[in-house]
């Protein structure tokens, strides 16, 4: 295998920091064609579909990817924004205000988002962040709980991009943060925020992407760390455990997955006479499909259907300040020991944030 070229070796070259933020990726456009791109990179991932190869792929081929984008397409449209792809927006935005902050505490950073299926590629931004002189980095994969599917899956990628070059960066990895106590608090404070204006539901619906359940057998922290989410932020908001409730949303395939399900879940609920839920996504650090059609649309009708009498979404942490901070503490702490440190440069931070302003962060 041949290596690419890189600029000679010269001592006194500027030794910079570097962020990597990796989210898991979205189509292009809320197209079929679009559609079939992304799902048939997304579920080539053998983290993410374990099963036999040649098996998976005449499945994969042969029944999903005839029918799938197109379906999925639809469901993209109803929520795309001008701008692009919620997932994507969010997660461009999130970047530049987490410069943004950073710079505010006096670390000159440079940080980069990537996707780690589709655009931009994990491999383009770490050739970006090396041209511009970064000689460490810190990978932070926007999942707050491990699961092999999504978090190693990101690793993957920097590992394959690392076995391609040369003189590599010092590296450094965020594995989770479930329970971190910014990232419980800034829940909180959401979930507070919402009440504050709403008052309070019967139910907390707390909703994660399921697995398949055959994976926490096989060892996947998975399930247990969604779990330790929702009881700190159960007990962050002072609930009793008939208050709120742990599910697993967005099943793909007839293999069990990890139960109980939302949607079948918010339908006991509405059948048992509870009258109002709340649903938050803690495990999305920004909203997309997942939430915002899956969730808010889709779980939404359904609990109402089944009798339900109202029913709220409280958004993802997003560009909100408090979950910004709490990536911004996360970071910094993993950071430590690394020389980010210049005189606190206030307007640098300052002039971050107004160019998420001027992309509609609501910060
Ligand atoms: C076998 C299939 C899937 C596994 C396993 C899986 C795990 C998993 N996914 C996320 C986070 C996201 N998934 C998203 C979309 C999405 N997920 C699957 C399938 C599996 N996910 C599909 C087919 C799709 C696409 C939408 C659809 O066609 O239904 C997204 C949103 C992407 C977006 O563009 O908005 C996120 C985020 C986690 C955290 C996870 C395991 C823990
Ligand atoms: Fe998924
Ligand atoms: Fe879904």
């Known amino acids: 295998m041949a290596f690419a070229k ?3 070796h010269t001592h006194g070259q500027p030794q910079r920091t570097g962020i990597l933020l990796c989210n898991l990726g979205t189509p292009e456009a809320p197209t079929p064609a679009a559609l079939r791109r992304y799902l048939g990179q997304f579920l080539s991932d053998p983290r993410v579909v374990e099963i036999p190869k040649a098996l998976w792929w005449l ?44 710079g505010e505490r006096g670390h ?18 770490l050739d970006a962040l090396k041209a511009a002189g970064c ?26 991009w690392g076995q391609k070059t040369r003189t590599l960066p010092e590296f450094r990895f ?63 908001l002072g609930l009793e455990k008939a208050q709120y409730l742990v599910t697993f949303q967005s099943r793909f395939g007839r293999a069990k997955w990890l139960e109980p399900y939302t949607e079948p879940s918010l339908i006991a609920l509405a059948r048992q006479g509870v009258e ?21 649309q889709e779980a939404r009708q359904a609990f109402l259907d089944a009798g339900g009498k109202v029913f709220h979404y409280i958004p993802c942490l997003n560009d909100s300040a408090e979950g910004m ?33 001027a992309m509609g962060a609501t910060v």
């Open 6 to 8: 890189e600029p000679p």
């Open 59 to 102: 499945i994969l081929h042969g029944f999903i990817l005839r029918r799938r984008p197109k379906a999925s397409a639809a469901k993209y449209a109803s929520i795309w924004r001008p701008e692009g792809s919620p997932l994507k927006v969010w997660t461009a935005k999130q970047a530049v205000l987490l410069r943004g902050y950073l």
């Open 108 to 125: 000159a950073v440079e940080v980069r988002y990537a996707m780690r299926y589709g655009q931009p590629a994990i491999a383009d931004q």
């Open 135 to 160: 000689t460490r980095i810190l990978v932070l994969p926007a999942y707050p709980q491990y699961c092999a599917a999504t978090t190693a899956s990101v690793y993957d990628m920097v590992f394959q």
């Open 174 to 236: 965020i594995n989770h943060y479930h329970d971190d106590p910014g990232y419980i608090e800034a829940l909180k404070t959401a979930v507070l925020k919402h009440w504050s204006t709403h008052g309070r539901p019967d139910r907390l619906v707390m909703s994660f992407h399921g697995m398949p359940e055959r994976t926490l057998h096989l060892g996947d922290p998975y399930h247990c760390e969604c779990h330790k989410t929702g009881r700190l932020l159960a007990e962050a």
């Open 276 to 296: 109002r839920v709340d649903v938050i996504c803690p495990g999305f650090s920004s909203d997309c499909i997942e939430t915002l059609e899956e969730i808010d």
């Open 325 to 357: 901070r709490a990536l911004a503490d996360l970071c910094e702490r993993h950071l430590a020991g690394w020389p980010t440190r210049t005189p606190p440069d206030a307007d640098a931070g300052q002039r971050t944030r107004e160019r998420a302003l």
